[in-house]
């Protein structure tokens, strides 16, 4: 069956990215900008050291942060290399996309060249892809904006270069697989963005600092203003305060008009509240206008909707209070996909695309809560809402929602989960059934044709039990050759019926390579229940598949 590529993907490790990667923007000023930078990649990204070389006006890099070793920082920081330099080495060793990895076996001649550098000592690499102390990656850092015109150049050719990550000694003390590199090199672009945007910061700081100081220099510096938001990389627009029309637009820079596809002209209509998402809504109202971050969705001229960070400045006049209110707008929409697309790999199977078994646990638990409901009767489950729901707001945590009465209302919307108490025999109560599926006879597909073919079925599977389920239910891979549906609304006799559904949609031969091979299935009906925890309506319905196996000749359960 199918092989990891790379170590399993947590959730817990892309929020600790995510975390670092807002952290960049929240630095006050350029410096602590370029210092966060390398603290994220030690905290965020398993490396032990970290330093970021900033190019200078001339071209040269400095060494501006370092992070990770207060003796290699004491040496190396403010130190200068030339840019020549950094061009050679960014064109040696092996491109991983944007990033420039230099084995020791080539590196050796970079020792003697005008490039600050520290030395870490440590035995020869034991196995291929250990990490030596010689060797050498860099992740360049770029400024927002066109790529080159040449798709076949070198990497990087065409844009801004404004720095250098380089980064040592990861801690699992291995090359970085496809997942790490492909979170550095993501890392690279946000902390471009987020230096371009520090010095797009202070410009606007000192803009506006002269505007409230220097009456007689406010013509130089609205020009100054002016310029920085109309040439911005990102998104940038004026609104009114107070008043009738308190939120309007006033003016837009040409960044933010291109990312919705509107005219200047037309911006003017509305303002954010007209544009945003609706489910989004809540967030912008939240928003505060004196230093307010927040991440939303705003529409375009086309209907779609574009992932964007906003930052709120008041712009203030000292006799008459707030003026306008400045929001910039940076699209985010590439950097949500990849989180989305790694969520997505952390909780789904990589084989067959199902949800894997911490996604499965995770929607049974949303169901379950640790107070049994009493059920009093044949169709108990239908007694009405009073018996249904939940008001005690003492144990809201328990049932997973955690929502304040003042922001859910009366009473807690949790409706338990009940089961048929009839056994075999439909007593007309309607439950969340969980049918646990072994296939029958896989291992010898397995051992007598390889995984390659044992793959092949597995996929097979997973596609006739999804067809065979309907919109809502879920079905997912528990691991090897177990899946689990999730089916609600269902009887005691539903949920016999679906079992044989699914167990005659997986009889037919399957066929791999031109070979038509058949697994049978043994299918085990349990019912989730509040009172129950997620392991006890797994492993009954787990018993009851054994039982159900047992019960059936190895001819019979071959042949489905």
């Known amino acids: 069956m199918e092989t990891e590529s790379e170590p399993y993907v947590r959730l817990a490790t892309l929020r600790q990215l995510h975390q670092v990667v807002a952290d960049l923007n929240t ?3 350029l410096a602590d900008t370029l210092q966060a930078v390398a603290d994220g990649i030690v905290a965020g990204l398993n490396y032990e050291l970290a330093c970021v070389n900033l190019v200078r006006p001339d071209g040269d890099l400095v060494v501006a942060a370092f992070a990770g070793s207060p003796a290699a920082e004491a040496l190396i920081t403010g130190r200068v290399g030339s840019r020549a330099s950094w061009d050679r080495r960014l064109a040696m060793g092996e491109a991983w996309g944007d990033l420039r990895f230099i084995p020791h076996t080539e590196g050796w001649v970079l020792i003697e060249d005008d490039v600050p550098q520290w030395h870490t000592e440590g035995p020869a690499p034991r196995f291929e892809d250990e990490w030596h102390p010689h060797d050498r990656l860099y992740a360049p850092m770029y400024a927002p904006g066109a790529r080159s015109a040449h798709p076949g150049g070198p990497p990087g050719s065409g844009r801004e270069l404004l720095g250098v990550i380089s980064v040592d000694r990861p801690r699992n003390g291995r090359h970085p697989g496809p997942w790490g590199r492909e979170a550095l090199q993501m890392y690279a672009s946000q902390a471009g963005i987020a230096i371009s945007n520090a ?8 803009a506006l600092v002269r505007l409230e100081r220097e009456q007689q220099a406010l013509r130089a510096s609205e020009e100054s203003f002016r310029q920085a938001f109309e040439y911005a990389p990102s998104g940038m627009a004026i609104a009114e305060m107070g008043g009738d029309q308190h939120g309007r637009l006033l003016r837009t820079n040409d960044a933010l008009c291109r990312l919705l596809g509107r005219p200047a002209s037309v911006m003017r209509r509305y303002s954010f509240a007209d544009l945003v998402h609706p489910e989004d809504i809540g967030t912008l109202l939240r928003t505060s206008a004196e230093g307010g971050r927040a991440e939303l969705r705003l529409g375009r001229r086309d209907g779609t909707y574009v992932w964007v960070s906003l930052r709120n400045s008041v712009v203030a006049d000292t006799a008459d209070g ?17 989180e989305l697309q790694l969520a997505h790999r952390a909780s789904h199977d990589a084989l067959t695309g199902l949800p894997n078994s911490a996604e499965l646990r995770s929607r049974l638990s949303a169901r379950l809560c640790e107070r049994p409901f009493a059920a009093t ?5 239908a007694a009405g809402p009073e018996s249904a729901y939940d008001y005690d707001y003492e144990h809201e945590h328990e049932h997973g929602f955690g929502f304040s009465p003042a922001a859910a209302g009366a009473y807690d919307h ?8 009839g056994g075999d025999v439909d007593d007309g109560t ?4 969980v049918l646990f599926c072994d296939l029958d006879g896989f291992k010898s597909i397995n051992d007598r044709f390889g995984h390659h073919t044992g793959d092949a079925v597995l996929i097979e599977v997973a596609r006739r039990l999804t067809t065979g389920v309907r919109d809502g239910d879920t079905v997912a891979r528990l691991g090897g050759d177990e899946f689990v549906v999730l089916a609600d609304g269902l009887g005691a006799a539903d949920a016999a019926d679906l079992a044989v559904r699914l167990r005659n949609a997986i009889i037919p031969p399957i066929r791999v390579d031109g070979r038509a091979v058949r697994v049978g299935a043994s299918f085990g009906i349990g019912w989730a229940e509040c009172g129950m925890t997620v392991e006890e309506v797994l492993n009954s319905a787990d018993q009851r598949m054994y039982i159900e196996k047992r019960s059936r000749s190895k001819v019979h359960r071959r042949a489905g």
């Open 27 to 29: 630095a006050r000023s």
């Open 199 to 206: 010095r797009l910061r202070s410009n606007m700081q000192r």
């Open 322 to 338: 707030p003026r306008f209110l400045l929001t910039h707008v940076e699209d985010i929409e590439e950097r949500k996909r990849h």
């Open 377 to 381: 009767g044949p169709g108990a489950s």
């Open 414 to 421: 949790h409706v338990h989960t009940v089961a048929p108490t």
């Open 430 to 433: 309607k439950g969340l059934a």
